[in-house]
Structure formats: C-alpha cells, structure tokens
C-alpha cells in the first residue's frame, strides 16, 4: 500500500495513539531470545530496530527490484518492552516512493503468552513505530532511480507470505 503524501515526522508510538491492530501487512515474525537480552531478561532496542530494519528492507528490495540501503529512521519512541520468549511481529507499508528512495512505516508489535492459563490467552501490544527510508543503489553502491513499476510492486505489496512472489 502507498500513501500519497510522505510520513508525518515525529510519527513515534505513544501511549495515547495505540491503535487495536497493527498496520500493514506482517513483514518479519521471529522470537526474542536470551542472547538479545540484558540481565533483567528485557530486550535490547538495537536489536528490535534491526529486526525493523530487516522487515523494511524486505518490502523496499521488492519495491526497488534489487538492492537497497538504509539511509535514515525517522523518530523511534518505545512504549513497552519486549522479553525472552515474546513473539516479534514487524508490519510494514509503503508510505512514499521517491526518485531513488522509499519510504516504509513500520510497527513492532510483541505476541506475549499467559503462563498462568498455559499460554492459551495470547496478548498483542504495540512496542514502537518509525519510518524506515531506503535508497535504490547500483552494485557500486551509487543512488540509482526506482523502476517506472516501483508504485505497482508498492500496492501489491510483499507480506511474508508471499515474499518474492512479485
């Protein structure tokens, strides 16, 4: 999905704006392990951004049609925290397509588990948001533009479903 106008700045998860459901379609889903962990068992925020950073680049590499980097991450605020065991769930849209770049608005969102009731009532809570800005390069690293069909692969999206399926 491709919005028409760029992304707000300062468009960081807060308390106040958590929506029910997550927006977009599930990118990356993966589970918070111990040796992402401090002591205390919560997980580190360099490590949830990279798990964002590989979600983006998954739908901006099908947008682009080959190889993307990342060139910026607009306002990250965390509103709650993740432990061992959370399942970590990244949603993703298109949020702009420039000459070279694109633009992907991404939510981390957790799946955690009652222990009390075995597991059996799972609780889904957002974590954070940010926008992710990638850039289209040649295999020499330079800015190249966006395939003409870049709006196209943008609409029809790339879940992990259906990843490479373009």
Known sequence: M?????????AAASAGDTPAR????????TLAMPADANPAGDIFGGWIMSQMDIAGSLLAREV?????????VDGMSFVSPVGVGDVVCCYGTCARIGHT??????????RTTNA????????????????????HVSPEGRPVPLPADASL??????GAASAGCL
């Open 116 to 135: 009390e009731s075995g597991g059996m009532h799972p609780q889904r809570r957002l974590v954070t948001r940010a926008h992710y800005v990638y850039v």
């Open 64 to 72: 682009a049609g080959g190889r993307v980097v990342t060139v910026a």
């Open 2 to 10: 491709v919005a028409n106008e760029g992304p707000a700045r300062g």
């Open 153 to 158: 692969r943008a609409k029809a999206g790339t």
């Open 101 to 110: 770049s694109v633009t992907v608005s991404l939510e981390l969102w957790v």
């Open 22 to 29: 997550p927006a977009g379609e599930l990118l990356l889903r």
